[in-house]
């Protein structure tokens, strides 16, 4: 396992805020602070959420910011024919050289509405084509299909957002990986991706809901609307705004979503600065990785720029 000698630190920015030029200004604020790059989220139709055109998002960003790496995480790649992706990441490239990072995803329309919109079929049947999908990327990239891409690929980065199953065709095909879920997920995830990938095959970057403040709960509090949301989409199908802790109805929950939130929050990581930065070093050992990707969305957008400030005294 790599030997952890720092921290370094991302963040994933899913356009939560509600303003296109929250997103930019955000990225700016974490650049500021030294972050190494800056992601943004592919989600359609999700009530709240400004844009759903990571590649282009990635384009408005990039142009307000000198420094911090811009990228996506990710363009779904199952919504999109191979060729458009490609055009996207060359276009990328030569607007910002050096500069782009592209992580992709596998992810379908959150609803029937959307997948509809998306033209897309039945999920169970999508899936399973997601490796093809990305041979086929990886081909129009190489200038191995009869159509040309334009501009030509000049070696971005990539990476495959990755649970436990995909790690192995990240590996195979030899590109990045950043890992989602659980840490235990994770670290079984690394293990499996450091068994198959190539000797030169990039660091592992780990994602993870993060949030820092004077006191745990207020940490928790930047982190709960987000799981109050979830939890309650499943019950309605719909996955509302995020709303403060303050005006969420905790009381109205059933002994059921009570639970589903606590459980979504023990996969978080939040607190004080030492007590995050105790908790993710001793991920970062477990899992070999020295950079965080942090998630987590915050409508309080006082108490975000206030964790991100905290986090970087780790």
Same mark, same amino acid.
């Given at each position: 396992?790599a030997? +952890?000698?720092?921290m370094r630190?991302?963040?994933?920015d899913?356009?939560?805020?509600?303003r296109?030029?929250?997103v930019?200004?955000h990225?700016?604020?974490?650049?500021?602070?030294?972050?190494h790059?800056?992601?943004?989220?592919e989600?359609h139709?999700v009530?709240g959420i400004p844009?759903?055109?990571p590649?282009m998002?990635?384009a408005?960003?990039a142009?307000?910011t000198q420094?911090?790496? +811009?990228?996506t995480?990710?363009?779904m790649?199952?919504?999109h024919?191979?060729?458009?992706?490609a055009?996207?990441?060359?276009?990328l490239?030569?607007l %910002?050289?050096?500069?782009i990072?592209i992580?992709?995803g596998s992810?379908?329309?959150f609803t029937a509405p959307?997948?509809?919109?998306?033209?897309?079929?039945?999920?169970l049947?999508l899936k399973p084509?997601f490796?093809n999908? +990305?041979?086929?990327?990886?081909?129009?990239l190489r200038s191995?299909e009869?159509?040309t891409?334009r501009?030509?690929?000049?070696?971005?980065?990539?990476?495959?957002l990755?649970?436990?199953r995909?790690?192995?065709?990240?590996?195979?095909l030899g590109?990045? +990986?950043?890992?989602?879920?659980?840490?235990?997920?994770?670290?079984?995830?690394a293990r499996?991706y450091?068994?198959h990938a190539?000797a030169?095959?990039?660091?592992?970057?780990?994602?993870l809901?993060i949030?820092?403040?004077?006191?745990?709960d207020?940490a928790?509090d930047?982190?709960l609307?987000?799981? %109050?949301?979830k939890?309650?989409a499943q019950?309605?199908?719909?996955f509302?705004?995020?709303r403060?802790?303050r005006e969420?109805?905790l009381e109205g929950l059933?002994?059921q979503?009570q639970r589903?939130?606590?459980?979504?929050?023990g996969h978080?990581?939040?607190g004080?600065?030492?007590?995050?930065?105790?908790?993710?070093?001793?991920i970062?050992?477990?899992?070999g990785?020295?950079?965080?990707l942090?998630?987590?969305?915050?409508?309080?957008?006082?108490?975000r720029a206030?964790?991100?400030?905290?986090?970087?005294e780790i």
């Amino acid at each position: 396992m790599a030997t +952890v000698v720092a921290m370094r630190f991302s963040i994933l920015d899913r356009g939560a805020a509600g303003r296109l030029d929250g997103v930019a200004e955000h990225a700016q604020h974490v650049e500021r602070l030294g972050f190494h790059r800056f992601f943004l989220a592919e989600h359609h139709g999700v009530p709240g959420i400004p844009a759903g055109q990571p590649g282009m998002l990635a384009a408005h960003v990039a142009a307000r910011t000198q420094r911090i790496r +811009v990228g996506t995480a990710g363009i779904m790649v199952l919504n999109h024919p191979p060729f458009l992706v490609a055009e996207q990441i060359n276009l990328l490239e030569a607007l %910002y050289p050096g500069r782009i990072d592209i992580g992709l995803g596998s992810s379908v329309g959150f609803t029937a509405p959307v997948r509809k919109a998306l033209r897309q079929g039945d999920p169970l049947e999508l899936k399973p084509q997601f490796e093809n999908e +990305v041979e086929t990327l990886l081909r129009y990239l190489r200038s191995e299909e009869a159509v040309t891409v334009r501009p030509e690929y000049a070696g971005t980065p990539l990476y495959i957002l990755a649970g436990f199953r995909s790690v192995t065709v990240a590996a195979r095909l030899g590109l990045g +990986v950043i890992l989602g879920g659980p840490v235990e997920m994770q670290e079984k995830a690394a293990r499996l991706y450091r068994e198959h990938a190539l000797a030169d095959a990039p660091p592992i970057i780990s994602s993870l809901n993060i949030a820092v403040a004077d006191t745990a709960d207020q940490a928790r509090d930047l982190l709960l609307p987000e799981s %109050y949301a979830k939890v309650m989409a499943q019950s309605t199908g719909e996955f509302a705004p995020l709303r403060p802790a303050r005006e969420l109805d905790l009381e109205g929950l059933t002994n059921q979503q009570q639970r589903r939130i606590d459980e979504s929050l023990g996969h978080d990581v939040w607190g004080t600065v030492g007590e995050v930065g105790e908790e993710l070093r001793g991920i970062g050992k477990r899992l070999g990785v020295e950079e965080f990707l942090i998630t987590g969305d915050m409508p309080d957008l006082a108490g975000r720029a206030r964790s991100e400030e905290m986090v970087v005294e780790i």
